[in-house]
C-alpha cells in the first residue's frame, strides 16, 4: 500500500466547503470557496475528499494551501487512498477526512507485535516486527541489518574497552555494579592514578606495588597504550611499587620513574661557611717574691800614721784592725716564662648516620586505572 507510513496533517475542526471553480483532470491546485479551517500543510500533508458518497468521489492528497482563506488546495497526488480521477463540477462539495492509509498504519503498528518485548521497526517504506531477542541480550545499532538493529550479547571485559561483540556478558546478568564500572570506565580514563585506604585494588584498577602483570598488553590494551616504555617488558606490565613514596609532578626525574630516597647522610660539602670559636684556660700567672739579704764581714785596716797632739800628750805610729762591718744588699727581681701545653678542639661525636627526611604522613595505597 503505497504511502503508508507518511506524517499527516490534521484538523478536527475541518468545516467542509465547496469547489469556487470546476476541476479537470491533471489540474494541480483545487480551489474552493472557504478553506481556513483547514491543515495548512505545516504538519504534513493532509486529505480531503470530493463528492463523496456519488460515483465521482475522490481523494486527494494536499500539500499545502495558499490564497486569502486558504481558498488554494495545492494536490501532491489526486486519486488518492484507492479512488479514481474525475472531473467535479463547481459547488461540489469539499471535506477533510481520514484515509485508509493511516487507519492500517496504526492497525498494523498494533497487531505487529505477537511476542512480549518485540519491537516494531520501519524497513523502507514499511513497518515490519522485530522480534525480541534472547534473555539477556541487548539492542545494538548494525547497519548491515535491514532495520538497522540487532539483537547482541557483550562481553564485561569489552565493554570496558568500549568494544562491543557477540560473546555474553560476564554471568549473564546486568547488575548495577557492573553497570557502574562501565559508567566508570567512560568517566575515568586508564592510566589515572588515585590514592585508597582499601588493602587491594578497585575493579578495573591495579595496585603499584612493584607486581608484574603477564599479557598486560592483551589485557589491559589502554593502559598499556600510554604507560612509559619501562614498564613494559615483553607484553607483560612491571608496575611500580609505591611503598614508602610520594607522587611528584614531573621535573627532576622522567615521566613514570621513581627517584629519590627517605633518609640522607649529610657530607661536609653540604655544610654552609663557619667558624669554631676556641677559649683556651687562662694563661695568667701569679708569682710572689718575698726578698732576701746576703751579709758579709768586713775587716778594715789602718795604715801606721802618726797620732800625736798637743790635746793627746803623746804620739807615735800604730797599726790598727778596724771592727768588723756588716754590708747589707737586697735584691728582688725575677724573670719567668710560662709554657702552656698544646690542645686540640676535637671532632666532636659525629658517626654519619643517615638522617629521616619523611614527612608526617597518611600511610595509603596507590592504584591506577587499567581499562
Known sequence: MADEYILKDYAGGAEATTLASGFTIGALTLTVANGSSYPTGTGGPFVVVVDRGLASE?????DTTSGTNGVTFNIQQ???DGTTPANHAVG????????????????????LQTTKGDLIVHTGSTTARHAVGATNTVLVADSAQTNGIKWSTIVAANIANDAVTTTKILDSNVTLNKLSDVVQNLLVPAGTIV???KST?????????????TNAQSLYPNLWAVVPAAWQSGTSLVLP???????????????????GSNTVVISESNLPPHTHTVNPPSTAVS??????????????????GTF?????????????????ATVSTQTTGITASVDIASFSSGNGAGTSAAMTVTNAHLAVNFQIKAH
Open 92 to 111: 461540489a462539495t469539499v471535506e477533510h477526512c481520514i484515509d485508509a492509509y493511516s487507519i492500517e498504519q496504526a492497525n498494523r503498528y498494533v497487531n
Open 287 to 304: 708569682i710572689t717574691d718575698p726578698g732576701h739579704t746576703h751579709t758579709a764581714a768586713i775587716t778594715i785596716r789602718t795604715s801606721a
Open 78 to 80: 489526486a486519486g488518492y
Open 241 to 259: 611499587n609505591m611503598a614508602n613514596r610520594m607522587l611528584e609532578g614531573i621535573g627532576l626525574t622522567a615521566l613514570g620513574t621513581t627517584g
Open 201 to 213: 585494588a578497585n575493579n578495573g584498577w591495579l595496585l603499584l606495588d612493584g607486581s608484574t602483570v
Open 58 to 62: 475522490e481523494k486527494f492528497l494536499i
Open 308 to 324: 800625736g797632739g798637743a790635746a793627746s800628750g803623746h804620739g807615735g805610729t800604730a797599726t790598727t784592725d778596724a771592727a768588723a
Open 195 to 197: 590514592a585508597t585506604i
